[in-house]
C-alpha cells in the first residue's frame, strides 16, 4: 500500500481554477524554481577534499593571463578533476575554463564562487601541455589561452562517448632494416641504437637528394617505440602528412599512430586527439598543431623541413613548431630529430651550441645520388652558347630537357608571378639591401627614391655593392608564361602545371614537362629524370632577410625529387653563393657561413628580434613605456599599411628573456587600461 505521505502533492484549488495552458506555465515555473533551490543547495556543499580548483579561464587578455580559485561543489568533486573543462563565472558571464590543479586551500581570504558545472569530465588538458603552454606565453609576449586554442581542439561531445582503442599487436622494429634504411648518412646508426636503448639524442639531419625521408622517420619512430615511448612527427603540409601516414604504416603496422590534420574534421581531430590523450595511440604526424600532441612518455620529436615559413603559427603568440618540439624536449627528456634537404640558420645554431649532433650523407652517396650542374659554367658552355647565362631557357636546358623526356618526366621549378616585391640591381640582379641595417630596399611610390623595409632609411644615392651599378628593377615573372613556351618547344609532349590552387600531387613515371612553383612540386613515381631551375636570379630577390636561405631551400627540395643519379640544371649565376652550395650539396656549409653574415650584422639567430605593429599613435606610446634592456636597439617605425606602422626592437641573445618579460609586462598593461591593442611578434620567421 502507497503511503499517502509520499505522493507528489497535488495541485493547489486555487490553480484549478485555472485555464488549462496557464496551470502548465505555473507548474513549469514551481518546477524551475525547485530546481534552482536544489542546485543552490548542492553549491553551498563544498567538496570536503580538495575544495579548491584552480581555473585557468579561456580569456585572451593579457592582464587576466593567470589562475583563478573556485570553490569546488560537493556534486562535482568527482568530476572536476585537473585537465577538464568548466565553466565559471567571470566578470558577470559564463566562460570556459581549465581546471589546473585542486587544492586544499586558496590565498583568497574572501569567499571564493563555485563552479558553475563541469562541461565534460573528460580531462583533455594533459598537465604537461600545460606547463609547455605557460613557457609559449612567456617565450613569446603572449597568453596562454591563446596557446591552449592552439593545443586543445574544440569538443565534439558524441565523440567522447566512444572510447578509443588502438592496434593490439607490436609495432615492428627492425634494426637490421632500419640501419639499411640510414645506410649513408653518418652516424645515423649511433643515433638509432641509443634511442632504441632508451637514450635521447639529438640531431641535425641534412638529407641527400632522392632520400625517401618518410620511411627513415619512420625506422626513427620504431626505435623509439620500441623502447616504451611515444613520438611527435610535425611535417609541413597534408601532402607530406599522407607520405608520413603512409610510411609508419608500413614500418609500424596499421593502428599505431594516427594524423593530426585541421583539414580532418572535428570529429575526426577530436577523435583521435583523445586517442592519443588517453593513451591508446602514442605516435602522432601532423602539421605544426601536431607539435602540441599529449603523447604519453615522450622520447622522440621529429621536424621535417624546418626551415618552412608554414610551421610560423599565424595566429597569437605566433610560436614556431620547431621551438615548441624544442621545448618538449627539453622538458621530457625526449631525443629530438630536425631533418631536411637544406639546412636553416637556426639548425646551425643548434650544432653549434652543442644542443644537437649532425647527420649528413657521406660524399660518396651525396654525389651518387645526384648531378648538379649550372648553365654556362664552364668556358666550354659559354664557347657553344655565349648567351648562356643571360638567357632563361639558354640551348643547354633545352638539350637536357629533350634527352631527359626519352626517360621520363622531367621538373621545371619557376617562381610565380608577384613572388619577389623586393628591389634588386638592374645589371646583376643582386638583391638591393639597406646600408645600415640590410634590410630589403623598396619604392613607396613611383617618383620617391627607394627605402629600407625595416629601418626607413632612404637610399637617394643607391649603387650596387657588386657590380657599382645605379639602376634598380623589380623583377616579375609568370609561371603560365613558362608552361606556355616550353609546350611550344616540346611539341606533342603533355605539360602539367602545378601552382596556387591547382596543386598536383603525383605524377605518372611517363615522358611528361612538369611546371611547378616552389613547394608546388608533384612527386614522381621513381623519380624525375631531370629537374630545371628556371629564374634562380627572381628567387633570390625575395624580400626579408631570409630570401637567399629560402632560394636553396626551395631548390634542394625541388633537386632531391630526381631519380637516384638524375640531372638538375640551373639557370643562375654560376658565383652566387647558394647556387654553389647546392650544386656541392653543402646546404650545411652555406648555413654556417650565413649564420657568420648575419652575427655581423646583429641578425637572428645572433641576436633576439621583436616586431610591434600599430597604428602610430599607439605604436608611439608603447615604444615609450617599454621598459627594455640597455642594450637594445629600436629600428623604425616604418609605415606597413594604410595606417599601420612597425618598430623593430633587437637585443644580444643573453636580453632576449629580459626582452620577453618587458614585452610581456607592456601587453599586460595596455590590456589593463583598454588601450588599443599592440600587435608583438618575438622571433618571427620573416620581417
Known amino acids: 500500500m502507497t503511503d499517502p505521505q509520499s505522493r507528489s502533492p497535488g495541485p493547489a484549488p486555487a490553480e484549478l481554477e485555472l485555464p488549462g495552458l496557464v496551470r502548465d506555465r505555473v507548474r513549469e515555473g514551481r518546477a524551475k524554481a525547485a530546481a534552482t533551490r536544489a542546485r543552490r543547495a548542492a553549491e553551498a556543499e563544498i567538496a570536503e577534499v580538495d575544495p579548491v580548483a584552480r581555473v585557468l579561464v579561456e580569456l585572451p587578455l593579457a592582464h587576466l593571463d593567470r589562475s583563478f580559485d573556485y570553490a569546488v561543489p560537493a556534486a562535482m568533486a568527482g568530476d572536476a578533476r585537473p585537465g577538464v573543462r568548466v565553466k565559471v563565472r567571470f566578470a558577470g558571464k559564463d566562460v570556459d575554463g581549465f581546471v589546473l590543479a585542486r587544492t586544499t586551500a586558496s590565498d583568497h581570504d574572501g569567499r571564493l564562487q563555485p563552479l558553475r558545472r563541469v562541461v565534460s569530465p573528460e580531462p583533455v588538458l594533459d598537465p604537461a601541455i600545460a606547463e609547455l603552454s605557460a613557457q609559449i606565453a612567456r617565450r613569446y609576449a603572449g597568453t596562454r589561452a591563446d596557446v591552449l586554442r592552439l593545443a586543445v581542439p574544440p569538443r565534439h561531445a558524441g565523440t567522447e562517448q566512444r572510447p578509443s582503442v588502438g592496434s593490439s599487436a607490436p609495432p615492428g622494429w627492425d634494426p637490421t632494416a632500419a640501419e639499411r634504411a640510414?645506410?649513408?648518412?653518418?652516424?645515423?646508426?649511433?643515433?638509432?641504437?641509443?634511442?632504441?636503448?632508451?637514450?635521447?639524442?639529438?640531431?641535425?639531419?641534412?638529407?641527400?637528394?632522392?632520400?625517401?625521408?618518410?620511411?627513415?622517420?619512420?625506422?626513427?619512430?620504431?626505435?623509439?617505440?620500441?623502447?616504451?615511448?611515444?613520438?611527435?612527427?610535425?611535417?609541413?603540409?597534408?601532402?607530406?602528412?599522407?607520405?608520413?601516414?603512409?610510411?609508419?604504416?608500413?614500418?609500424?603496422?596499421?593502428?599505431?599512430h594516427v594524423a593530426l590534420t585541421a583539414d580532418a574534421g572535428p570529429a575526426a581531430r577530436y577523435r583521435d586527439f583523445l586517442a592519443v590523450r588517453r593513451g591508446a595511440i602514442r605516435v602522432v604526424v601532423g602539421t605544426r598543431a601536431a607539435a602540441f600532441a599529449p603523447v604519453h612518455d615522450l622520447g622522440l620529436v621529429v621536424c621535417w623541413d624546418d626551415g618552412d615559413d608554414l610551421f610560423a603559427e599565424p595566429r597569437a603568440p605566433y610560436p614556431h613548431a620547431r621551438a615548441v618540439l624544442a621545448m618538449r624536449a627539453e622538458a621530457a627528456g625526449a631525443a629530438a630529430l630536425f631533418g631536411g634537404f637544406a639546412c636553416s640558420v637556426e639548425d646551425d645554431q643548434l650544432v653549434r651550441t652543442g644542443w644537437a649532433h649532425r647527420i649528413r650523407p657521406t660524399r660518396d652517396l651525396a654525389r651518387a645520388r645526384v648531378r648538379v650542374e649550372i648553365a654556362g659554367a664552364t668556358d666550354f658552355e659559354?664557347?657553344?652558347?655565349?648567351?648562356?647565362?643571360?638567357?632563361?631557357?639558354?640551348?643547354?636546358?633545352?638539350?637536357?630537357?629533350?634527352?631527359?623526356?626519352?626517360?621520363?618526366?622531367?621538373?621545371?621549378?619557376?617562381?610565380?608571378?608577384?613572388?619577389?616585391?623586393?628591389?634588386?640591381?638592374?645589371?646583376?640582379?643582386?638583391?638591393?639591401?639597406?646600408?645600415?641595417?640590410?634590410?630589403?630596399?623598396?619604392?613607396?611610390?613611383?617618383?620617391?627614391?627607394?627605402?629600407?623595409?625595416?629601418?626607413?632609411?632612404?637610399?637617394?644615392?643607391?649603387?650596387?655593392?657588386?657590380?657599382?651599378?645605379?639602376?634598380?628593377?623589380?623583377?616579375?615573372?609568370?609561371?603560365?608564361?613558362?608552361?606556355?613556351?616550353?609546350?611550344?618547344?616540346?611539341?606533342?609532349?603533355?605539360?602539367?602545371?602545378?601552382?596556387?590552387?591547382?596543386?598536383?600531387?603525383?605524377?605518372?613515371?611517363?615522358?611528361?614537362?612538369?611546371?611547378?612553383?616552389?613547394?608546388?612540386?608533384?612527386?614522381?613515381?621513381?623519380?624525375?629524370?631531370?629537374?630545371?631551375?628556371?629564374?634562380?636570379?627572381?628567387?633570390?630577390?625575395?624580400?626579408?632577410?631570409?630570401?637567399?636561405?629560402?632560394?636553396?631551400?626551395?631548390?634542394?627540395n625541388a633537386a632531391a625529387l630526381v631519380a637516384p643519379g638524375g640531372v638538375v640544371l640551373a639557370v643562375g649565376e654560376p658565383a652566387s653563393a647558394p647556387l654553389q652550395a647546392l650544386l656541392r650539396w653543402d646546404q650545411p656549409g652555406y648555413a654556417a657561413r650565413e649564420a657568420a653574415a648575419r652575427a655581423q650584422a646583429h641578425l637572428p639567430p645572433a641576436s633576439r628580434l621583436a616586431t610591434l605593429t600599430a597604428e602610430a599613435g599607439p605604436l608611439d606610446d608603447a615604444l615609450t613605456v617599454l621598459a627594455l634592456p640597455a642594450s637594445a636597439e629600436v629600428l623604425g617605425p616604418v609605415q606597413v599599411g594604410d595606417e599601420r606602422w612597425r618598430a623593430v626592437?633587437?637585443?644580444?641573445?643573453?636580453?632576449?628573456?629580459?626582452?620577453?618579460?618587458?614585452?610581456?609586462?607592456?601587453?599586460?598593461?595596455?590590456?589593463?587600461?583598454?588601450?588599443?591593442?599592440?600587435?608583438?611578434q618575438v622571433d618571427p620567421a620573416e620581417v
Open 182 to 256: 640510414w645506410a649513408g648518412h653518418e652516424p645515423a646508426t649511433a643515433f638509432l641504437r641509443h634511442l632504441a636503448r632508451g637514450g635521447s639524442p639529438r640531431a641535425v639531419w641534412h638529407a641527400a637528394a632522392g632520400t625517401d625521408q618518410p620511411t627513415l622517420v619512420a625506422h626513427a619512430v620504431a626505435a623509439a617505440l620500441s623502447s616504451g615511448r611515444g613520438a611527435v612527427v610535425v611535417v609541413p603540409d597534408h601532402r607530406d602528412v599522407r607520405r608520413f601516414d603512409a610510411a609508419l604504416d608500413a614500418v609500424l603496422g596499421p593502428g599505431h
Open 649 to 680: 626592437v633587437r637585443v644580444p641573445p643573453a636580453e632576449g628573456e629580459a626582452l620577453c618579460q618587458a614585452l610581456g609586462e607592456l601587453q599586460r598593461v595596455r590590456s589593463a587600461r583598454k588601450l588599443e591593442p599592440v600587435r608583438v
Open 382 to 556: 659559354l664557347e657553344r652558347d655565349p648567351l648562356a647565362r643571360v638567357s632563361r631557357v639558354p640551348r643547354q636546358a633545352h638539350r637536357l630537357l629533350r634527352e631527359a623526356l626519352t626517360r621520363g618526366p622531367v621538373l621545371v621549378q619557376t617562381p610565380r608571378r608577384g613572388y619577389a616585391a623586393a628591389l634588386a640591381c638592374e645589371r646583376c640582379r643582386t638583391p638591393a639591401r639597406c646600408g645600415r641595417c640590410q634590410g630589403p630596399l623598396r619604392l613607396p611610390g613611383a617618383a620617391a627614391p627607394p627605402e629600407c623595409g625595416w629601418c626607413g632609411r632612404v637610399e637617394e644615392a643607391w649603387s650596387c655593392a657588386v657590380c657599382g651599378s645605379p639602376g634598380l628593377r623589380a623583377p616579375v615573372i609568370g609561371e603560365a608564361r613558362t608552361a606556355e613556351e616550353l609546350g611550344r618547344a616540346f611539341p606533342g609532349t603533355r605539360v602539367i602545371a602545378s601552382a596556387g590552387g591547382g596543386v598536383v600531387d603525383r605524377v605518372p613515371d611517363t615522358p611528361a614537362l612538369v611546371v611547378a612553383t616552389p613547394g608546388a612540386e608533384p612527386y614522381a613515381e621513381g623519380g624525375y629524370a631531370a629537374v630545371l631551375l628556371l629564374d634562380t636570379w627572381l628567387l633570390l630577390g625575395g624580400p626579408g632577410m631570409r630570401a637567399e636561405e629560402e632560394a636553396l631551400r626551395r631548390w634542394s
